[in-house]
């Protein structure tokens, strides 16, 4: 009996513990998501300022699956080199890219964007709606050292669902609110962005696929 009672005892310890684990790696993982300005060191200096804004590289061209995949994807190693077999090969950094990319390794880089895993955020519904990605990753053509440009909290993200104000080049304005042409005009003409492509009169009816009519049900993030 007095057995029994031990196991039962460290059995229950054993499962607080655990809870304890999981619960504290979910508040972990909130609270990174949470974590503005966060610019952690990665292995070597990459900057974003250089490629995408002086060289003005599309996103897309390293980022390749953002449009294709729930994930954007770090670029491999190879898609680097195709540029750095010519681009800056005197530079220490390149060298020693090389020297990885030649044994078939990578660079341990450190994730900056850390979502709860109760969080589903798939980048290929948001880029085909029209959204930029500027809108959660800040200005990143004009960072050196990339950072947590947002703080996404369940608050930050409904609001762009609730506003959201985007154009897809092949369904025209994607927005419930806009009364008229002219006023979807002026609207997104205001943010420079999206104003060539509004030309349509009526406007075309908006794809529920996608988030230019954003869902703010609790299972369009919570899967």
């Given at each position: 009996m007095q057995l029994n009672r031990v196991v039962i005892i460290l059995l229950a310890f054993g499962t607080v513990v655990v809870a304890g684990l999981v619960?504290?790696?979910?508040v972990c993982l909130v609270d990174q998501s949470r974590n503005k300005n966060y610019a952690p060191e990665q292995p070597i200096p990459f900057s974003h300022k250089i490629h995408a804004g002086d060289n003005k590289m599309e996103c897309l061209y390293c980022h390749f699956n953002a449009d294709k995949s729930r994930h954007a994807g770090i670029p491999p190693m190879s898609l680097c080199m195709g540029c750095h077999k010519t681009v800056a090969v005197e530079s220490e950094h390149i060298k020693k890219m090389k020297a990885l990319n030649d044994k078939g390794e990578?660079?341990?880089w450190v994730?900056?964007?850390?979502?709860p895993e109760h969080v589903s955020f798939p980048h290929r519904r948001h880029i085909n709606a029209g959204v930029r990605c500027q809108t959660c990753h800040g200005e990143v053509q004009e960072m050196d050292k990339v950072k947590q440009a947002r703080d996404l909290t369940m608050g930050w993200c409904l609001s762009c669902h609730r506003g959201n104000d985007y154009?897809?080049?092949d369904l025209g304005v994607g927005y419930r609110s806009y009364a008229t042409h002219h006023e979807a005009t002026l609207r997104i003409g205001e943010s420079g962005h999206y104003g060539n492509v509004v030309k349509q009169t009526p406007l075309p009816p908006i794809d529920k696929s996608t988030h230019m009519n954003a869902s703010t049900e609790c299972s369009a993030c919570h899967r």
């Open positions: 619960v504290g790696e979910a990578s660079f341990a994730k900056v964007y850390n979502l154009v897809s080049k």
